[in-house]
């Protein structure tokens, strides 16, 4: 420990490092970092248990991965590329529209994410996208990752950063104030509405089988000298009441009692307890981390927006396009050794969800008579008439 510090402060003074990076490897020099929750859980009872959680998932899971991304080489969109063979056919297994779709649902139950590139002669062939569960970085001298480590059944598969040639592993992550390696997924933000709403779902389910009503008491008031049930009564009682009166199906059944017995409700309705509300409240509390309007899952009470287009434009434009867009940054990063004069762009002009908008840019362009024709295609993203023609 002692030398690799000397060897850090003996450093030339041209190299270009981090050196608060160089006091976090120090801390656990050559030591896995490790993904500090609990995935697993996270994800049974946020994606697998919760409805509104769920669709969130895979609304921006969806919506991003049907965002097409394009390629640019020399200032010019291309039409034909290896990078877009490589998106639009990433493996055998998967489109991509699928990988892309699996590549963001792992970012937002997570926070991290991780793209595996094949190589063959240097350059990227195959694309898959990993679980993060079974992801670790092992980080280097400088503090930065060096290797990736991916473990299934007891194997594990090492991949190394190599120096100037493309890395095998992309990690993307979201921002995580409080962790230097892995990011903090939406949904461990909102794990604590998605715990309210779902025992606000397990009352409903305990309501349905306890007889769709709060429970209560049976109160014996028996004559003097016998104040109590006997034991055969106590068991007939309580046979008849599991058989006749719990579940579904006897539901709001009235209830016959015997002489001396008297009912007692035990507990506050779910009106007295604002139940409903609750449960909303948590609903819309899970929509907002995902950065998801509530009109669009059909949540009541919200008024945010005056309709379902004005939802469906805020949903793309505040979560959807800033999520591709710096996708579409790493990617171009990620490729740089392998194709350096090579870049991703997010091909907005292709996205159905705002064609309304772009109609109303291209119009205003079009009007714009003290422009010229190069002028209104660089306000539009297009390249001069003349670059086109000749590429």
Known sequence: MLNAFINLMRRPPETKASAAKALISLQRLGQPAWTPR???????????????????VRLVAEAAASAPLGVVEGGAVMADHP?????????????????????????????????????VDGAPRELYVLRPDRMKVR?????????????????????????DAMSPILHFKLFHPTNDHYGLSPLEAASASVDIHNAAAGWNKALLDNAARPSGALVYKGP????????????????????????????????VLDGGLEWRSMSLSPADMDFIEAKNAAAREIALAFGVPPMLLGIPGDNTYSNYREANLAFWKQTVLPLVKKTAA????????????????????????????????WRRVAQADFLSDDEKRALLGLAPRDEERAS
């Open 38 to 56: 609990d995935y697993a859980s996270l994800a049974k009872a946020g994606f697998e248990r919760n409805v509104i959680a769920y669709r969130c």
């Open 83 to 119: 990078l877009i063979k490589l998106l639009t056919s990433p493996n055998p297994e998967q489109s991509g529209a699928e990988l892309m779709e699996s590549f963001y649902g792992f970012l937002q139950t997570a926070g991290n994410a991780y793209l595996e590139a094949a190589f």
């Open 139 to 163: 980080l280097g001298v400088g503090g930065w990752p060096e290797s990736w480590e991916y473990t299934v059944g007891g194997r594990i598969a090492r991949f190394h950063k190599p120096d």
């Open 224 to 255: 003097e000298g016998a104040e109590n049930l006997s034991a055969e009564q106590f068991d007939r009682l309580k046979n008849e009441l599991e058989g006749a009166y719990q579940g579904s199906a006897h539901a709001g059944r009235p209830l």
């Open 330 to 361: 790493a990617l171009s990063a990620w490729v740089k050794p392998a194709y350096p004069d090579a870049s991703f762009i997010c091909q907005t002009a292709a996205i159905e969800a705002l064609s309304a908008e772009r109609d109303q840019l």
